[in-house]
């Protein structure tokens, strides 16, 4: 139960990150954040969290003595900031953004067996940039070598770009609680990740 997700919002009441129930409420216990009710939108510190009865059937964290709800969201009090709206480049998110697809012929495959491939490559003063990395299998990456694309008689399946997702908010659907959508635009869960 402490490993599951919390919605994190900052002052402005903006979802910024997700965090594990154990954290937040080691924030909510210094004081940096306040548990919010979804229902009735109330702020609650720790002791009047804990004096909220558990409903039946409720997930709760159990102590000697007491019973308390989860925090499903909670709000910073401090802290107004914005999450990064880039995407950091690094090889799990290119694999990510490439959908661990090839992007010469376009199969499918296991992490192991594709490779990152430079569209300039580094010898012709290439960088490692989002618009000149994607993922190739073994063979297109042999194929093409440290050649240009024209050179090599090759062409990628989708133009390289930085991915637009936000980052700040990566759960899986089967861990996202309903109560979020209170805070978090349906919208936002809906947009198509590049693949």
Not at 7 to 16: C, E, P, Y
Not at 86 to 98: C, P
Not at 178 to 183: I, L, Q
Request: proline share 6%; aromatic share 6%.
């Amino acid at each position: 139960m402490l490993n599951e997700p919390t919605l994190v919002l900052n002052r402005s009441w903006v979802a910024i990150s997700t965090t594990s129930v154990r954290t937040a409420l080691s924030l909510v216990y210094r004081r940096v954040a306040r548990v919010i009710q979804p229902e009735t939108y109330e702020t609650h510190d720790l002791e009047s969290w804990s004096d909220l009865s558990v409903r039946q059937g409720e997930p709760c964290i159990r102590t000697v003595r007491l019973q308390i709800p989860v925090p499903e969201v909670i709000l910073l009090t401090g802290h107004n900031h914005m999450p990064r709206r880039t995407v950091a480049f690094s090889r799990r998110n290119l694999y990510r953004r490439d959908g661990n697809r090839c992007q010469f012929c376009g199969r499918k495959l296991p992490t192991s067996e594709l490779s990152i491939d430079h569209v300039i490559p580094k010898s012709r003063g290439g960088h490692t940039t989002w618009e000149n990395c994607v993922l190739a299998c073994i063979s297109c990456n042999v194929r093409k070598g440290s050649r240009l694309l024209r050179e090599a008689g090759m062409a990628v399946l989708r133009p390289p770009t930085e991915p637009r997702w936000t980052p700040c908010l990566t759960v899986t659907t089967s861990r996202r609680r309903a109560s979020w959508e209170k805070f978090v635009s349906e919208q936002y869960w809906t947009v198509a990740l590049e693949d």
